[in-house]
């Protein structure tokens, strides 16, 4: 019989691939992260390295209950992978990216909370530079997680948000307050679309009703009102 403890060759694979850090919260130290089996071991009895994943005792409890569905988990694997690199003065930061350091693209500063990184200027010419643009990004954020949690609610299950933003990090390569200027329109496009994939929001759609506010029409705060009450 197949032992539940991976071989330590794909042990090492695994934290590998997320950079020794929990890839849904950050979390990098190493005596906290567990090795997860997407598929429950209880039914597969295999170490597939392609549905398995590191995470933290946080994270890894919350998937054991299911308040992490399968799609957050492999999202999350698929996700931007996290590399360290020595910042100024030997401090370590941590970057999202595509790994080419040198090049400097696609990457994403994390600054731990109280880092005196915290200070770093932010990135030049990104949606932080207009309110309404970066407000307007948030604002699809939030419409997409009401409704998967309207949805949620429907079905008698728990939702909690903050997976739309790893999948949009995914998608643009960059978190949406650093999202470029010239990535915006891609950056709406993309939240717009899995807003209509939402059951709510195919349901509207068919209805003709409004699913979302236009960003001509974005107020600051937008279309806020109840999903099931409209």
Same mark, same amino acid.
């Given at each position: 019989?197949?032992?539940?403890?991976?071989?330590?060759?794909l042990? %090492?694979?695994?934290?590998q691939?997320?950079?020794?850090?929990?890839?849904?919260c950050?979390?990098?130290?190493v005596a906290?992260?567990i090795? *997860?089996h997407?598929?429950?071991?209880?039914?597969?009895?295999s *170490?597939?390295?392609? #549905?398995m994943?590191?995470?933290?005792?946080n994270? *890894?409890?919350?998937?054991?209950?299911?308040?992490l569905? %399968?799609?957050?988990?492999?999202d999350?694997?698929?996700?931007?992978?996290i590399?360290?690199?020595?910042?100024?003065?030997?401090?370590?930061q941590?970057?999202?990216?595509?790994?080419?350091? =040198?090049?400097?693209?696609d990457?994403n500063?994390?600054v731990?909370?109280?880092s005196?990184?915290?200070?770093l200027?932010?990135?030049?010419?990104?949606v932080?530079?207009d309110?309404r643009?970066?407000?307007?990004?948030?604002?699809?954020?939030?419409?997409?997680n009401?409704?998967r949690?309207?949805?949620?609610?429907?079905?008698?299950?728990?939702f #909690?948000?903050?997976f739309i *933003?790893?999948?949009?990090a995914?998608?643009?390569?960059?978190?949406?307050?650093?999202?470029?200027?010239d990535?915006?329109?891609?950056g709406?496009?993309?939240?717009?679309t899995?807003?209509?994939?939402?059951?709510?929001?195919?349901? #509207?759609?068919?209805?003709?009703?409004? =699913?979302?506010?236009?960003?001509?029409?974005?107020?600051?705060?937008?279309?806020?009102?109840?999903?099931?009450?409209?």
């Amino acid at each position: 019989m197949a032992s539940r403890d991976p071989p330590r060759r794909l042990q %090492k694979a695994l934290f590998q691939e997320v950079g020794s850090r929990c890839p849904l919260c950050g979390e990098g130290e190493v005596a906290k992260l567990i090795i *997860h089996h997407i598929e429950p071991w209880r039914q597969a009895k295999s *170490h597939d390295p392609e #549905k398995m994943i590191v995470l933290c005792a946080n994270c *890894h409890a919350k998937a054991e209950s299911g308040d992490l569905s %399968k799609t957050d988990l492999y999202d999350a694997k698929r996700g931007p992978r996290i590399i360290r690199f020595p910042g100024a003065a030997g401090v370590t930061q941590s970057v999202m990216g595509d790994g080419n350091v =040198v090049a400097g693209r696609d990457m994403n500063i994390r600054v731990p909370r109280g880092s005196r990184l915290a200070a770093l200027p932010r990135p030049a010419d990104t949606v932080c530079d207009d309110p309404r643009k970066v407000g307007y990004l948030q604002y699809l954020a939030k419409r997409y997680n009401q409704f998967r949690a309207w949805d949620a609610k429907r079905k008698g299950e728990e939702f #909690k948000g903050g997976f739309i *933003h790893a999948a949009y990090a995914r998608e643009i390569k960059y978190a949406i307050r650093t999202t470029p200027l010239d990535q915006f329109e891609r950056g709406v496009e993309f939240l717009q679309t899995r807003i209509l994939n939402t059951f709510v929001g195919r349901n #509207k759609n068919a209805r003709g009703e409004r =699913v979302f506010s236009s960003f001509d029409d974005f107020d600051g705060q937008g279309d806020i009102s109840e999903p099931g009450s409209d």
